[in-house]
């Protein structure tokens, strides 16, 4: 009798984790096979590949600061569609100025007049977003690009959550170009960048679940660990269909979302 009862709790046991696995949960020691940068961007993408959002379009708070006193405050007008473009527009789309990113370049306005056109690699427009829709070594290959070490890892935890960090084998050092991801949801947390010596860091946070997706709602710009500029989200909306003319130079003056 114990024989049979054991057998059938295995069985219980046996179909319950069959249960989860289906249904996408995972045990805590899953991720364990994640060693290194190559490793985290392969399991960003197999876990929200046709999950997360391809067009997200929003309002924002742009705050700036000086020290601790914020100096101006502005509305902008952004729209993504991936992979790799992103459309911004500086206190409304009547202001004339702005700017697009699409194809690694960037497309700068002022007084709807195209002010000029520069290579662009954007690790934020990458890790936030591109990095769920890119096959995993073109994401990898543009990581390194950027200065991103990744054979180097460490874990941390961020504001209470286990993360995983790469980029650097010391989760102190605040200098070196890396980032941080959710070691549970596997979303961007904190992105550090160190262009021509200057130690700048990057807060992605205060995420919320709007229309069942994951959203990050709050953006912290640091410069040396001083906040220049806090971005807050609004008015989020998931456009259905990418219009190709919110990235198109030519109709910048015409186009709005």
Known sequence: MKKTLLSWAVAILCISLASLSFWGFTSPGKNKTITNGTDLVKAMY????????????FDQRAIFYEGETVTKEEVWQEVYSQPGYLGIRFNGF????????????????????LQGKTPQLHPLLLLCFDVYFLQPNVSAEKLQKLGFNLTKMTEAKW??????????????????????????????????TN????????????YQKIEGKWVATEVIFKTYGKTTMREEYYNMRFPKVMNKAWYDPAQFVNTTW
């Open 46 to 57: 197999s876990r929200w590949h046709k999950k997360w959002y391809p067009n997200f379009a």
């Open 94 to 113: 009547e202001s004339g100025n702005g700017v697009i990113f699409r194809n690694d370049s960037l497309y700068t306005f002022k007084d709807n007049q």
């Open 159 to 192: 504001q209470g959550r286990d993360a995983y960090v790469i980029g650097t084998t010391d989760a102190t050092d605040n200098t070196t170009p890396q980032f941080w991801v959710d070691k549970e949801r596997l979303y961007i947390l904190r992105v550090l």
């Open 195 to 206: 262009p021509k010596g200057t130690p700048r860091d990057v807060e992605i946070g205060n």
